[in-house]
């Protein structure tokens, strides 16, 4: 996947180096830097370090791509997109099962680009008593305007984490006591024979490729979803929303 995709007319762009570094001077919640590729003087160089501190992605994207996505046409090399939301840590979302007393119900989505799919990730996750969703930071949809909008709002209640790795992430889920399902439609386990009353993660993976194999191999199960029709597979978000209510038909049980 490349390493932007075209903007929605609905994100927030914060453009000019004065503005984006008062932007992050302030805490300013942002999903994703761009800035002129080959562009080292130091001016930019000081936003990129702020950006990076701050644990915004950094993409590099050549000027055309830049003066396509500005507003003002005076970007001066750097545009911001403001996220809809801020992001959490993977520490708040167990927190928050611990806060509620329930075991740990935490969605990782693998490289989910399509931001329709992740806001109905998020959607049905809160719906479905989840304590939280992990995203990676690249090569992902971060929480823009169109996934807060498709969320309908769930962004504003369930917290979602943003993580360098996840199969690194997965292994230390599993040190702390959760069990790691993967959706997978090969997958050796029948949904309905796992068990999804104990602390677990649901790991949901990209649109075409599924869970990458780093992921796929750090998944303590593989579980799939019984399928009768001619089609063999649903898509993440639909997928995600067989897998949490059945985790929260076991636990209501």
């Not at 979602?160 to 959706?183: C, E, T």
Request: one cysteine or more; charged letters at 25%.
């Amino acid at each position: 996947m490349r390493e932007y995709e075209e903007r929605s007319a609905q994100e927030e762009l914060i453009e000019g180096r004065n503005a984006v570094t008062e932007a992050l001077r302030a805490g300013t919640a942002v999903d994703k830097l761009y800035v002129a590729r080959g562009e080292t003087d130091h001016t930019l160089g000081r936003i990129i370090a702020q950006a990076k501190r701050a644990g915004v992605v950094v993409v590099e994207a050549d000027r055309r791509k830049l003066d396509a996505m500005s507003e003002t046409r005076s970007h001066q090399g750097v545009i911001a997109v403001a996220a809809a939301q801020r992001y959490a840590t993977v520490e708040d979302i167990l927190q928050k099962a611990a806060d509620r007393g329930e075991p740990p119900l935490v969605v990782v989505c693998d490289e989910i680009s399509d931001p329709h799919n992740l806001g109905a990730v998020i959607r049905t996750a809160e719906c479905a008593g989840a304590h939280g969703v992990v995203i990676p930071k690249r090569r992902s949809a971060g929480l823009t305007a169109v996934v807060a909008k498709t969320s309908a709002g769930a962004v504003s209640y369930l917290p979602v984490a943003r993580v360098p790795n996840i199969p690194a992430l997965l292994k230390d889920l599993q040190k702390r006591g959760l069990w790691v399902f993967g959706a997978a439609a090969e997958g050796d386990r029948p949904l309905y024979e796992a068990d999804l009353r104990s602390p677990a993660a649901i790991v949901i993976g990209s649109e075409g490729d599924g869970m990458g194999r780093l992921v796929r191999e750090s998944c303590d199960f593989l579980v799939s979803i019984p399928m009768k029709g001619r089609i063999s597979s649903l898509n993440a978000s639909a997928a995600a929303a067989v897998l949490l209510y059945e985790a929260l038909r076991q636990r209501l049980g």
